[in-house]
T-cell receptor, first 111, second 113 residues
């Protein structure tokens, strides 16, 4: 089955805390891609990152980092020193041109 | 930058009406998608199109149809709107099969009364 699971429905943290959003995927494909999107209160989905299934190198971009582990089928996303502007719904997705999305994690960062 | 434009941010219609949601992209993308987003369910694919006049059903096509007469435009049609179609509708496009990310419009929040 093709499936993306985001078990955390909602997370609340206080500003400057680190927070990790979990994503577990199931796929039949041998080559696939993993994505994270952010949906702020305004509603548009903003692309954050894409990883290839054959590249398990972790990535850091500013306060964001991603940990891809094929052995556990996980693609977790960490925000370091969270800010109020990080408050949004975050979606993990898997696929090639056609995606399966997780149900999203709502992150609330409190001042 | 890719621009995906949805014709309305908010729309209110009545049960039984025929409803058209329009989506236009300006980057000559081959693939276009319609999703609906509901709380706790994430994004679910309704239909997608990989070329002009070509379409495939997604996971929840019942009650919907689509039209793609021109490459840049992908329309979602609710033939006879029902209250359970009240939702946020998102359009997306992407260049081709491969590893590029889909680009999304701002969404249309549709209410069926």
């Amino acid at each position: 089955a093709q499936k993306v699971t985001q078990a955390q429905t909602e997370i609340s943290v206080v500003e400057k805390e680190d927070v990790t959003l979990d994503c577990v995927y199931e796929t039949r494909d041998t080559t696939y891609y993993l994505f994270w999107y952010k949906q702020p209160p305004s509603g548009e989905l903003v692309f954050l990152i894409r990883r290839n299934s054959f590249d398990e190198q972790n990535e850091i971009s500013g306060r964001y980092s991603w940990n891809f582990q094929k052995s556990t089928s996980s693609f977790n996303f960490t925000i370091t020193a969270s800010q109020v502007v990080d408050s949004a719904v975050y979606f993990c997705a898997s696929g090639t041109y056609k995606y399966i999305f997780g149900t999203g994690t709502r992150l609330k960062v409190l001042a | 930058d890719v621009k995906v434009t949805q014709s309305s941010r908010y729309l209110v219609k009545r049960t039984g009406e025929k409803v058209f949601l329009e989506c236009v992209q300006d980057m000559d993308h081959e693939n276009m998608f319609w999703y609906r987003q509901d709380p706790g369910l994430g994004l679910r694919l309704i239909y997608f199109s990989y070329d002009v006049k070509m379409k495939e059903k997604g996971d929840i096509p019942e009650g919907y149809s689509v039209s793609r007469e021109k490459k840049e435009r992908f329309s979602l049609i609710l033939e006879s709107a029902s209250t359970n179609q009240t939702s946020m509708y998102l359009c997306a496009s992407v260049q081709s099969r491969g590893n590029q990310p889909q680009h999304f419009g701002d969404g249309t929040r549709l209410s069926i009364l």
